[in-house]
């Protein structure tokens, strides 16, 4: 079992919706770093500044008054203690390393000065200590983080300037870098969506032409069963398609005259065997050997019945190339009414709902075929139509002795009979069926044969099938 959609129109919509998202999820994550780092830039810099400008008004201010200015000064990212000397801070990551002198040399600017600066980047570890700069009780995982994105992790990492001041004072600051929020993250989703949405309106309008072209395509080929003489498809579509349209109308054409060429010639050929024949009877009559001279023209009747019928079958088909509505419960019911004429027991029932659309004489041959062996095999015919909005059906059904159910297919190969008819010498020559059953299949149908079920007595059940639709029900 496959999850991939069935239809054409599914897996383009699937494959265009995955790469989208792809596409999403990839330029989302690119404009996440590319602006968290940005963040941190800009960040940085407002900190340098604000670092400098509290340590020249420390600076000016007396022992005295500084510790009420620091106090004003101090808060959760940034806060200042004195020292009279350099304060040891923990080693942070040595990524973090390259960051420290330029962040230095920044303070350094504003302070407009040469006081003694320096700049560590140190971890806070998961709880922030302050005084406690070495701990770091962080997870690998936020360890691997905090290296390599350090913007991702809020709170984690501290700025630590010490500055000396003029009267030899150090002021320690420490000031948090601020983060990226991640809560940007959130507004991922509904945008995503939105695109979503958009591309797959688009993309299922334009797959939808394509594949409109392609469905139409199909039903033609499935036309061309029902109807081989039908008009050529019209070339609409993408310059692909209109391509595939054209090369099909191509073969279609190709093909029917293939199937016409081919049924000419073995009219041509039947119909100049007759000839020949014709000589050879009167030949075989001067053969002075009774018994041999019979054997002669039973042989050539079979012969001359053998040519009659395919060149009745190909006239049949040959001489109305169009097709046209047909009442086909009229034709059915003159065909019972001849065979009654003669004295056969033919029964009709059921009427068809509508014409259709059909080769008449082909088609009354077709009927006659079924309706003679019926009443060769058996006494009596009973012909039944039904007739829905798949299929028109007429089956003829018979009190015969029915076909041994391994030859039911065989029955149909031209010059096949079974045993037990050669012997009654009924005088078939094997190709009634198969020309019953090429006209019912160039008129996109069938013709299926099966014993009638033993609870209804013997008899053998022929149905042809003529489809009211393109759909390909009756192969
Ligand atoms: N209704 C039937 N009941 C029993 N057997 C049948 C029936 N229809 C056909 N068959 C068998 O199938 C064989 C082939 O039938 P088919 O109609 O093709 O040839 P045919 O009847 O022998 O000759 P013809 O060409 O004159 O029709 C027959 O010879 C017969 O053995
Ligand atoms: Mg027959």
């Known amino acids: 079992m496959t999850l991939l959609p069935r239809s054409l129109f599914g897996r383009t919509l699937l494959v265009l919706a995955a790469g989208l998202l792809l596409t999403e999820v990839a330029t989302q994550a690119v404009n996440f770093f590319d602006r968290g780092s940005g963040v941190y830039r800009l960040a940085a810099q407002q900190t340098a500044l604000r670092i400098a400008q ?47 002198r330029p962040l230095a040399e920044l303070i350094k600017l504003y302070l407009r000065s040469e006081w003694s600066t320096s700049v560590q980047i ?23 983080i905090a290296r390599h994105f350090y913007f991702i992790l809020p709170g984690t990492y501290s700025i630590v300037s010490q500055i000396g001041l003029e009267d030899g004072t150090m002021a320690v600051f420490y000031a948090r870098i601020p983060q990226e929020p991640l809560s940007r993250l959130e507004s991922l989703l ?21 594949t409109r072209s392609l469905e139409r395509l199909a039903r033609a080929a499935d036309q061309v069963a029902v109807d081989p003489e039908g008009s050529p498809l019209p070339e609409h579509g993408p310059s692909e398609v209109r391509s595939v349209i054209n090369a099909f109308n191509r073969m279609r054409l190709d093909l029917r005259s293939y199937v016409l060429e081919r049924a000419r010639m073995l009219g041509a050929i039947s119909h100049d065997l007759q000839t020949p024949i014709t000589r050879l009877r009167l030949r075989a009559e001067m053969i002075q050997d009774a018994h041999v001279r019979a054997k002669f023209l039973r042989d050539l009747d079979e012969m001359e019945a053998m040519t009659g019928s395919t060149l009745e079958f ?20 003159s065909l019972c009414e001849d065979w009654s004429e003669t004295g056969r027991e033919v ?4 009427v068809p709902r509508s014409p259709y659309n059909s080769h008449p004489r082909a088609l009354r041959r077709c009927l006659d075929n079924l309706v003679e062996n019926a009443l060769r095999y058996g006494n009596r015919a009973q012909i039944g139509i039904e007739d829905d909005d798949a299929s028109l059906r007429i089956s003829v059904r018979d009190d015969g002795p029915g076909i041994p159910e391994q030859e039911l297919e065989r029955v149909f190969e031209p010059f096949f009979r079974l045993e037990e008819s050669r012997n009654r010498d009924s005088g078939g020559t094997g190709l009634g069926l198969s020309i019953a059953r090429n006209i019912a299949r160039w008129h996109g149908g069938d013709i299926h044969l099966r014993n009638a079920p033993q609870s209804e007595g013997r008899g053998l059940i022929a149905q042809l099938v003529l489809p009211r639709s393109a759909a390909r029900a009756v192969r």
């Open 190 to 210: 509904p945008r995503l969506l939105l695109a979503l949405a958009i591309f797959m309106l688009i993309g299922a309008v334009a797959v939808r032409a394509i």
């Open 54 to 100: 509290a340590a020249r008004i420390l600076n000016r201010l007396s022992a005295e008054q500084r510790p009420q200015v620091i106090e004003e000064m101090n808060g959760p990212t940034f806060s200042v203690v004195l020292s009279s000397g350099p304060v040891h801070v923990g080693k942070g990551f040595v990524e973090h390393d390259r960051y420290e």
């Open 314 to 333: 190909f006239k049949s088909l040959g001489n109305d190339t169009q097709r046209r509505p047909l009442d086909v419960g009229a034709l059915v019911g």
């Open 347 to 350: 029964i009709l029932q059921g």
């Open 122 to 144: 140190t971890s806070l570890g998961r709880e922030s200590r302050p005084g406690n700069y070495e701990a770091i009780d962080s997870s690998p995982l936020e360890q691997w």
